[in-house]
Protein backbone atom coordinates (compact mmCIF):
# COMPACT_ATOMS: atom_id res chain seq x y z
CA UNK A 1 0.00 0.00 0.00
CA UNK A 2 1.00 3.47 -0.94
CA UNK A 3 1.50 5.96 2.18
CA UNK A 4 0.48 9.80 1.51
CA UNK A 5 3.85 10.88 2.02
CA UNK A 6 4.05 14.23 0.37
CA UNK A 7 7.17 14.64 -2.54
CA UNK A 8 8.49 17.28 -0.05
CA UNK A 9 7.50 19.08 3.19
CA UNK A 10 5.03 21.49 2.47
CA UNK A 11 5.08 24.92 3.86
CA UNK A 12 2.27 25.32 6.58
CA UNK A 13 3.21 28.91 7.03
CA UNK A 14 0.99 28.81 10.52
CA UNK A 15 4.02 29.38 13.17
CA UNK A 16 2.39 31.38 15.29
CA UNK A 17 4.24 30.84 18.73
CA UNK A 18 5.59 27.87 20.06
CA UNK A 19 4.04 27.06 23.77
CA UNK A 20 5.90 25.50 26.48
CA UNK A 21 5.02 22.08 27.43
CA UNK A 22 5.85 19.32 30.37
CA UNK A 23 6.57 16.11 28.88
CA UNK A 24 6.06 13.13 31.55
CA UNK A 25 6.38 9.30 30.13
CA UNK A 26 7.10 7.18 33.68
CA UNK A 27 5.92 4.58 32.45
CA UNK A 28 8.08 1.17 31.85
CA UNK A 29 7.15 -0.33 28.61
CA UNK A 30 7.46 -4.31 28.00
CA UNK A 31 6.41 -4.41 24.47
CA UNK A 32 6.55 -7.59 22.11
CA UNK A 33 5.33 -11.39 21.89
CA UNK A 34 4.96 -13.07 25.47
CA UNK A 35 5.64 -10.01 27.42
CA UNK A 36 2.78 -10.45 29.92
CA UNK A 37 5.15 -13.67 31.39
CA UNK A 38 7.02 -10.82 33.02
CA UNK A 39 4.13 -9.56 34.83
CA UNK A 40 5.38 -10.95 38.20
CA UNK A 41 8.33 -9.35 38.51
CA UNK A 42 6.82 -6.09 37.15
CA UNK A 43 5.03 -5.94 40.28
CA UNK A 44 7.60 -6.75 42.99
CA UNK A 45 9.96 -3.91 41.38
CA UNK A 46 7.00 -0.97 41.89
CA UNK A 47 6.48 -2.94 45.40
CA UNK A 48 3.32 -4.73 44.75
CA UNK A 49 2.84 -6.95 48.15
CA UNK A 50 -1.29 -7.65 47.39
CA UNK A 51 -2.38 -6.81 44.39
CA UNK A 52 -6.55 -6.38 42.99
CA UNK A 53 -6.38 -7.24 39.51
CA UNK A 54 -9.34 -5.74 37.45
CA UNK A 55 -10.98 -6.42 34.27
CA UNK A 56 -13.66 -5.97 32.16
CA UNK A 57 -16.71 -8.52 31.01
CA UNK A 58 -14.79 -11.62 30.76
CA UNK A 59 -12.89 -11.60 26.98
CA UNK A 60 -9.73 -12.21 29.18
CA UNK A 61 -11.41 -15.30 30.61
CA UNK A 62 -12.02 -16.73 27.47
CA UNK A 63 -8.64 -15.68 26.05
CA UNK A 64 -7.57 -17.82 29.04
CA UNK A 65 -5.07 -14.32 29.40
CA UNK A 66 -6.35 -14.09 33.24
CA UNK A 67 -4.96 -17.45 34.07
CA UNK A 68 -1.59 -17.03 32.33
CA UNK A 69 -1.34 -14.06 34.61
CA UNK A 70 -2.68 -15.33 37.87
CA UNK A 71 -0.53 -18.63 37.56
CA UNK A 72 2.52 -16.23 37.26
CA UNK A 73 1.78 -14.33 40.30
CA UNK A 74 0.70 -17.99 42.28
CA UNK A 75 4.30 -19.45 41.29
CA UNK A 76 6.10 -15.99 42.55
CA UNK A 77 4.24 -15.71 45.79
CA UNK A 78 2.02 -12.48 45.34
CA UNK A 79 -1.11 -12.82 46.63
CA UNK A 80 -4.30 -10.90 44.56
CA UNK A 81 -7.72 -11.00 44.75
CA UNK A 82 -9.68 -9.84 41.38
CA UNK A 83 -12.96 -8.03 40.08
CA UNK A 84 -14.28 -7.93 36.97
CA UNK A 85 -16.94 -6.56 35.18
CA UNK A 86 -15.90 -3.32 33.91
CA UNK A 87 -17.77 -2.42 31.18
CA UNK A 88 -17.33 0.13 27.89
CA UNK A 89 -18.07 3.27 29.22
CA UNK A 90 -17.17 2.36 33.21
CA UNK A 91 -19.39 2.70 35.82
CA UNK A 92 -19.29 4.76 39.25
CA UNK A 93 -20.87 2.11 40.90
CA UNK A 94 -18.16 -0.67 39.99
CA UNK A 95 -15.45 1.81 41.05
CA UNK A 96 -17.45 2.52 44.30
CA UNK A 97 -17.53 -1.44 44.90
CA UNK A 98 -13.41 -1.66 44.39
CA UNK A 99 -12.20 0.95 46.44
CA UNK A 100 -14.36 -0.48 49.55
CA UNK A 101 -12.48 -4.76 48.73
CA UNK A 102 -9.44 -2.62 48.44
CA UNK A 103 -9.57 -0.72 51.78
CA UNK A 104 -10.88 -4.69 53.58
CA UNK A 105 -8.20 -6.72 51.85
CA UNK A 106 -5.52 -4.06 51.87
CA UNK A 107 -4.54 -4.13 48.60
CA UNK A 108 -1.38 -2.00 47.60
CA UNK A 109 -1.10 -2.81 43.94
CA UNK A 110 -3.78 -2.37 41.08
CA UNK A 111 -3.46 -4.63 37.70
CA UNK A 112 -5.75 -3.57 35.11
CA UNK A 113 -5.81 -6.19 32.56
CA UNK A 114 -7.71 -5.29 29.68
CA UNK A 115 -8.53 -2.19 27.64
CA UNK A 116 -9.30 1.59 27.96
CA UNK A 117 -12.13 0.25 30.65
CA UNK A 118 -10.64 -1.73 33.08
CA UNK A 119 -7.50 0.48 33.08
CA UNK A 120 -9.56 3.94 33.69
CA UNK A 121 -11.52 2.16 36.18
CA UNK A 122 -8.98 0.70 38.50
CA UNK A 123 -7.34 4.43 38.00
CA UNK A 124 -10.30 5.72 39.50
CA UNK A 125 -10.11 2.73 42.37
CA UNK A 126 -6.56 3.91 42.70
CA UNK A 127 -7.56 7.47 43.58
CA UNK A 128 -10.54 6.95 45.92
CA UNK A 129 -8.27 4.52 47.89
CA UNK A 130 -5.56 7.03 48.38
CA UNK A 131 -7.71 9.64 48.71
CA UNK A 132 -10.26 10.69 51.51
CA UNK A 133 -13.83 11.45 50.28
CA UNK A 134 -16.04 11.10 47.27
CA UNK A 135 -13.67 9.84 44.62
CA UNK A 136 -16.38 11.31 42.06
CA UNK A 137 -15.29 14.93 43.05
CA UNK A 138 -11.77 14.12 41.22
CA UNK A 139 -14.62 13.96 38.21
CA UNK A 140 -16.54 16.53 38.92
CA UNK A 141 -13.91 18.88 39.21
CA UNK A 142 -14.52 19.83 42.87
CA UNK A 143 -11.02 18.82 44.18
CA UNK A 144 -7.76 17.18 42.92
CA UNK A 145 -5.95 13.65 43.90
CA UNK A 146 -2.96 14.07 46.14
CA UNK A 147 -2.45 10.55 45.05
CA UNK A 148 -3.04 6.72 43.51
CA UNK A 149 -2.72 3.40 44.40
CA UNK A 150 0.62 2.09 42.13
CA UNK A 151 -1.00 0.78 38.58
CA UNK A 152 0.10 -1.76 36.49
CA UNK A 153 -1.47 -2.69 32.69
CA UNK A 154 -1.42 -5.62 30.74
CA UNK A 155 -2.90 -4.08 27.53
CA UNK A 156 -5.60 -6.28 25.55
CA UNK A 157 -6.72 -3.56 22.82
CA UNK A 158 -4.93 -0.70 21.17
CA UNK A 159 -7.44 2.46 21.34
CA UNK A 160 -7.04 4.91 24.62
CA UNK A 161 -3.98 5.25 25.25
CA UNK A 162 -4.53 5.22 28.63
CA UNK A 163 -1.96 2.35 29.46
CA UNK A 164 0.58 5.79 29.47
CA UNK A 165 -2.24 8.76 29.51
CA UNK A 166 -2.76 10.69 33.45
CA UNK A 167 -6.94 10.48 32.33
CA UNK A 168 -9.65 8.31 33.10
CA UNK A 169 -13.12 8.42 31.80
CA UNK A 170 -15.86 6.60 34.39
CA UNK A 171 -19.60 7.45 33.89
CA UNK A 172 -21.78 7.87 36.40
CA UNK A 173 -24.93 6.19 36.38
CA UNK A 174 -27.02 8.77 38.04
CA UNK A 175 -27.48 11.45 35.07
CA UNK A 176 -25.26 9.29 32.75
CA UNK A 177 -22.61 11.79 33.11
CA UNK A 178 -19.33 10.83 31.76
CA UNK A 179 -16.40 12.32 32.52
CA UNK A 180 -12.68 12.33 32.60
CA UNK A 181 -10.10 13.42 35.14
CA UNK A 182 -6.76 13.91 34.40
CA UNK A 183 -3.85 13.39 37.18
CA UNK A 184 0.09 12.15 36.55
CA UNK A 185 -0.83 10.43 39.82
CA UNK A 186 -2.82 7.88 37.77
CA UNK A 187 -0.23 7.08 34.91
CA UNK A 188 0.63 3.31 34.98
CA UNK A 189 4.07 2.24 36.59
CA UNK A 190 4.48 -0.33 33.93
CA UNK A 191 2.46 -1.45 30.61
CA UNK A 192 3.20 -4.71 29.13
CA UNK A 193 2.50 -4.75 25.55
CA UNK A 194 1.93 -8.07 23.78
CA UNK A 195 -0.07 -7.14 20.21
CA UNK A 196 -1.23 -10.87 20.02
CA UNK A 197 -3.64 -10.18 23.08
CA UNK A 198 -5.26 -7.90 20.29
CA UNK A 199 -5.79 -10.72 18.11
CA UNK A 200 -9.29 -11.94 20.26
CA UNK A 201 -10.43 -8.96 19.32
CA UNK A 202 -13.69 -8.53 17.16
CA UNK A 203 -13.35 -6.30 14.12
CA UNK A 204 -15.50 -3.69 15.60
CA UNK A 205 -13.00 -3.13 18.22
CA UNK A 206 -10.23 -2.65 16.08
CA UNK A 207 -11.45 -0.52 14.29
CA UNK A 208 -13.09 1.84 16.92
CA UNK A 209 -9.43 1.56 18.44
CA UNK A 210 -7.47 2.65 15.38
CA UNK A 211 -10.19 5.70 14.66
CA UNK A 212 -9.29 6.80 18.85
CA UNK A 213 -5.90 6.72 17.91
CA UNK A 214 -5.80 8.62 15.22
CA UNK A 215 -8.58 10.81 16.95
CA UNK A 216 -6.21 11.44 19.96
CA UNK A 217 -3.60 12.79 18.09
CA UNK A 218 -5.85 15.06 15.62
CA UNK A 219 -7.48 16.83 18.83
CA UNK A 220 -3.48 17.95 19.16
CA UNK A 221 -3.16 18.49 15.77
CA UNK A 222 -6.14 21.20 14.88
CA UNK A 223 -4.70 23.90 16.96
CA UNK A 224 -5.11 27.64 16.12
CA UNK A 225 -2.33 28.15 19.24
CA UNK A 226 1.19 26.87 18.87
CA UNK A 227 2.98 24.25 16.84
CA UNK A 228 6.43 22.63 16.28
CA UNK A 229 8.23 21.20 12.77
CA UNK A 230 8.91 18.32 15.05
CA UNK A 231 6.04 17.56 16.25
CA UNK A 232 3.36 17.77 13.19
CA UNK A 233 6.45 15.31 11.80
CA UNK A 234 5.77 13.08 14.51
CA UNK A 235 1.99 13.47 14.34
CA UNK A 236 1.74 12.70 10.64
CA UNK A 237 3.90 10.13 10.67
CA UNK A 238 1.58 8.37 13.29
CA UNK A 239 -1.50 9.31 11.42
CA UNK A 240 -0.29 7.76 8.29
CA UNK A 241 1.07 4.78 10.34
CA UNK A 242 -2.22 4.00 11.63
CA UNK A 243 -4.21 4.51 8.97
CA UNK A 244 -2.15 2.19 6.80
CA UNK A 245 -1.81 -0.50 9.23
CA UNK A 246 -5.69 0.05 10.20
CA UNK A 247 -6.72 -0.68 6.30
CA UNK A 248 -4.20 -3.64 6.47
CA UNK A 249 -6.06 -5.07 9.78
CA UNK A 250 -9.75 -4.98 7.77
CA UNK A 251 -8.43 -7.55 5.58
CA UNK A 252 -5.60 -9.69 7.98
CA UNK A 253 -6.70 -9.07 11.58
CA UNK A 254 -4.03 -11.24 12.43
CA UNK A 255 -1.03 -9.58 10.78
CA UNK A 256 1.45 -9.30 14.23
CA UNK A 257 3.13 -6.55 12.67
CA UNK A 258 0.67 -4.00 11.49
CA UNK A 259 -0.95 -4.94 15.09
CA UNK A 260 1.82 -4.03 16.71
CA UNK A 261 2.42 -0.54 14.68
CA UNK A 262 -1.21 0.14 15.75
CA UNK A 263 0.07 -0.73 19.29
CA UNK A 264 2.52 1.33 20.16
CA UNK A 265 0.93 3.91 18.00
CA UNK A 266 -1.78 3.94 20.36
CA UNK A 267 0.38 4.70 23.48
CA UNK A 268 1.94 7.47 21.76
CA UNK A 269 -0.84 8.99 20.55
CA UNK A 270 -2.01 9.81 24.25
CA UNK A 271 1.35 10.42 26.06
CA UNK A 272 1.69 13.49 25.50
CA UNK A 273 4.27 12.97 22.38
CA UNK A 274 1.91 14.61 19.44
CA UNK A 275 1.31 17.56 21.43
CA UNK A 276 4.30 18.98 22.84
CA UNK A 277 4.49 22.64 21.93
CA UNK A 278 1.38 23.12 21.34
CA UNK A 279 -1.91 25.39 23.58
CA UNK A 280 -3.06 21.71 24.20
CA UNK A 281 -5.00 20.85 21.38
CA UNK A 282 -9.01 21.32 20.29
CA UNK A 283 -10.70 18.03 21.88
CA UNK A 284 -13.68 19.31 21.40
CA UNK A 285 -14.52 15.78 18.87
CA UNK A 286 -13.86 14.38 22.61
CA UNK A 287 -15.96 15.85 24.20
CA UNK A 288 -18.76 16.00 21.86
CA UNK A 289 -18.52 12.07 21.99
CA UNK A 290 -18.63 11.89 25.65
CA UNK A 291 -21.84 12.96 25.75
CA UNK A 292 -23.13 10.20 23.16
CA UNK A 293 -20.99 7.58 25.23
CA UNK A 294 -22.87 8.67 27.87
CA UNK A 295 -25.97 8.71 27.18
CA UNK A 296 -26.30 6.32 24.18
CA UNK A 297 -23.67 3.67 25.52
CA UNK A 298 -22.06 3.67 21.81
CA UNK A 299 -18.42 2.24 21.39
CA UNK A 300 -15.77 5.62 21.89
CA UNK A 301 -13.84 5.31 18.98
CA UNK A 302 -17.30 4.73 16.59
CA UNK A 303 -19.11 8.11 18.46
CA UNK A 304 -15.98 9.67 17.48
CA UNK A 305 -15.90 8.90 13.88
CA UNK A 306 -19.29 9.97 13.62
CA UNK A 307 -19.18 13.31 14.94
CA UNK A 308 -15.97 14.19 13.32
CA UNK A 309 -16.90 15.30 10.06
CA UNK A 310 -19.24 17.65 11.21
CA UNK A 311 -17.35 19.46 13.33
CA UNK A 312 -14.73 18.77 11.02
CA UNK A 313 -17.08 21.35 8.24
CA UNK A 314 -18.08 23.51 11.09
CA UNK A 315 -14.23 24.75 12.09
CA UNK A 316 -12.07 23.82 9.24
CA UNK A 317 -12.24 27.98 8.26
CA UNK A 318 -10.77 29.26 11.79
CA UNK A 319 -7.85 26.73 11.38
CA UNK A 320 -7.34 26.33 7.64
CA UNK A 321 -3.78 26.35 7.21
CA UNK A 322 -3.94 23.25 9.96
CA UNK A 323 -6.81 21.73 7.62
CA UNK A 324 -4.85 22.03 4.52
CA UNK A 325 -1.54 21.01 5.60
CA UNK A 326 -3.69 17.91 6.94
CA UNK A 327 -5.44 17.13 3.69
CA UNK A 328 -1.96 17.04 1.95
CA UNK A 329 0.49 15.83 4.37
CA UNK A 330 -1.73 12.62 5.60
CA UNK A 331 -4.48 11.98 3.42
CA UNK A 332 -2.62 12.62 0.25
CA UNK A 333 -4.81 15.20 -1.45
CA UNK A 334 -2.75 17.06 -4.33
CA UNK A 335 -1.81 20.79 -4.14
CA UNK A 336 -4.48 22.11 -6.57
CA UNK A 337 -7.35 24.34 -6.17
CA UNK A 338 -8.01 26.95 -3.43
CA UNK A 339 -6.55 26.28 0.31
CA UNK A 340 -10.34 25.63 0.90
CA UNK A 341 -11.08 23.18 -1.78
CA UNK A 342 -8.43 21.23 -0.10
CA UNK A 343 -9.05 21.61 3.04
CA UNK A 344 -12.67 20.24 2.36
CA UNK A 345 -11.16 17.66 0.22
CA UNK A 346 -9.12 16.44 2.97
CA UNK A 347 -12.12 16.07 5.38
CA UNK A 348 -14.01 14.11 2.97
CA UNK A 349 -10.70 11.92 2.45
CA UNK A 350 -10.66 10.97 6.04
CA UNK A 351 -14.40 10.39 6.17
CA UNK A 352 -13.56 7.97 3.52
CA UNK A 353 -11.13 5.98 4.79
CA UNK A 354 -13.36 5.81 8.26
CA UNK A 355 -16.00 4.24 5.72
CA UNK A 356 -12.98 1.67 4.53
CA UNK A 357 -12.41 0.15 7.89
CA UNK A 358 -16.17 0.25 8.84
CA UNK A 359 -16.64 3.01 10.96
CA UNK A 360 -19.34 5.38 11.04
CA UNK A 361 -19.73 9.04 9.90
CA UNK A 362 -22.96 9.84 11.15
CA UNK A 363 -25.07 9.41 14.01
CA UNK A 364 -27.62 7.06 11.70
CA UNK A 365 -24.78 5.13 10.97
CA UNK A 366 -23.65 4.67 14.30
CA UNK A 367 -27.16 3.40 15.46
CA UNK A 368 -28.33 6.23 17.24
CA UNK A 369 -31.62 7.87 16.51
CA UNK A 370 -31.07 11.02 18.46
CA UNK A 371 -34.63 13.40 18.46
CA UNK A 372 -34.12 16.97 18.90
CA UNK A 373 -34.24 17.00 22.31
CA UNK A 374 -31.53 14.58 23.28
CA UNK A 375 -29.34 16.75 20.73
CA UNK A 376 -30.42 19.41 23.12
CA UNK A 377 -29.64 17.70 26.17
CA UNK A 378 -26.32 16.61 24.53
CA UNK A 379 -25.07 20.00 23.51
CA UNK A 380 -26.26 21.58 26.98
CA UNK A 381 -24.63 18.99 29.29
CA UNK A 382 -21.48 19.23 27.01
CA UNK A 383 -21.12 22.86 27.52
CA UNK A 384 -21.48 22.20 30.97
CA UNK A 385 -18.86 20.33 30.88
CA UNK A 386 -16.34 22.15 29.14
CA UNK A 387 -17.62 25.19 31.73
CA UNK A 388 -19.46 26.72 28.53
CA UNK A 389 -16.52 27.29 25.75
CA UNK A 390 -14.17 24.70 24.51
CA UNK A 391 -11.98 24.26 21.50
CA UNK A 392 -8.82 25.68 19.94
CA UNK A 393 -9.44 24.78 16.11
CA UNK A 394 -12.66 27.35 16.60
CA UNK A 395 -13.94 27.68 20.22
CA UNK A 396 -17.41 26.57 20.39
CA UNK A 397 -20.33 26.98 22.84
CA UNK A 398 -24.08 25.22 23.45
CA UNK A 399 -25.20 26.78 20.31
CA UNK A 400 -22.37 25.71 18.26
CA UNK A 401 -22.81 21.90 19.72
CA UNK A 402 -25.72 21.86 18.77
CA UNK A 403 -25.30 22.97 15.12
CA UNK A 404 -22.67 20.13 15.12
CA UNK A 405 -24.92 17.52 16.59
CA UNK A 406 -27.54 18.56 14.38
CA UNK A 407 -25.70 18.52 10.80
CA UNK A 408 -24.06 14.62 11.98
CA UNK A 409 -27.55 13.05 12.55
O1 LIG B 1 -14.85 -6.14 28.64
P1 LIG B 1 -14.20 -7.23 27.87
O2 LIG B 1 -14.89 -8.52 27.99
O3 LIG B 1 -12.72 -7.32 28.11
O4 LIG B 1 -14.41 -6.86 26.31
C1 LIG B 1 -13.92 -5.68 25.74
C2 LIG B 1 -15.02 -4.67 25.42
O5 LIG B 1 -16.21 -5.32 25.09
C3 LIG B 1 -13.38 -6.01 24.37
N1 LIG B 1 -11.99 -6.45 24.38
C4 LIG B 1 -10.91 -5.78 24.84
N2 LIG B 1 -9.79 -6.47 24.58
C5 LIG B 1 -10.18 -7.62 23.94
C6 LIG B 1 -11.59 -7.59 23.83
N3 LIG B 1 -12.28 -8.60 23.24
C7 LIG B 1 -11.58 -9.63 22.74
N4 LIG B 1 -10.22 -9.70 22.80
C8 LIG B 1 -9.49 -8.71 23.37
N5 LIG B 1 -8.15 -8.76 23.36
O6 LIG B 1 -13.45 -4.80 23.64
C9 LIG B 1 -14.52 -4.00 24.16
C10 LIG B 1 -14.00 -2.60 24.39
O7 LIG B 1 -13.10 -2.56 25.48
P2 LIG B 1 -12.85 -1.19 26.23
O8 LIG B 1 -11.84 -1.39 27.29
O9 LIG B 1 -14.16 -0.59 26.60
O10 LIG B 1 -12.27 -0.31 25.02
P3 LIG B 1 -11.36 0.94 24.96
O11 LIG B 1 -9.95 0.57 25.23
O12 LIG B 1 -11.67 1.57 23.68
O13 LIG B 1 -11.84 1.89 26.18
C11 LIG B 1 -12.93 2.74 26.03
C12 LIG B 1 -13.11 3.64 27.24
O14 LIG B 1 -11.94 4.46 27.47
C13 LIG B 1 -12.32 5.85 27.47
C14 LIG B 1 -13.51 5.85 26.57
O15 LIG B 1 -14.29 7.01 26.70
C15 LIG B 1 -14.25 4.60 27.01
O16 LIG B 1 -14.94 4.83 28.22
N6 LIG B 1 -11.18 6.69 27.11
C16 LIG B 1 -10.14 6.73 27.95
C17 LIG B 1 -9.03 7.54 27.72
C18 LIG B 1 -7.90 7.60 28.67
N7 LIG B 1 -8.04 7.03 29.85
O17 LIG B 1 -6.84 8.18 28.39
C19 LIG B 1 -8.94 8.40 26.54
C20 LIG B 1 -9.94 8.10 25.50
O18 LIG B 1 -10.14 9.26 24.73
C21 LIG B 1 -11.27 7.59 25.98
O19 LIG B 1 -12.17 8.64 26.33
ZN1 LIG C 1 -10.33 8.86 22.78
Redesign the pocket.
Known sequence: MRLPFPEAPVPHGTRTLMYGFKYYTPTKVVFGKGAESKVAELIREFGGKKVLIH??????VR?GLLKRVTDRLDEAGIPYITLGG?????RLGLVYQGIELCKRENVDFLLAV???????SAKAIGYGVANEGDVWDFYDYKRTAAGCLPLGVIL??A????EM?D???ITKEEGLV?R?YSSDHGRARFAIMDPE??M???DY?TA??CA?ILM?TMERYFTSGGNMEITDALAEGLLRTVMANAEILVKDPKNYDARAEVMWAGSLS?NGLTGCGSDGGDWMT?KLE?EL?GLYDV???AGLTAVWGSWARYVYKDCLPRFKRFALNVVGVEPAGTDEEIALKGIEGMEAFFRRINMPTNLRELGVKASEEDLKTMAHKCAVGVDGAKGSAKLLREEDMLAIYKASV
Not at 86 to 90: C, G, L, Q, S, T
Not at 114 to 120: L, T, V, Y
Open positions: YGGGSVSAVPNPGGGSAIDTIATGSSSSVKGLTTLPQCGDHHHHGAHG
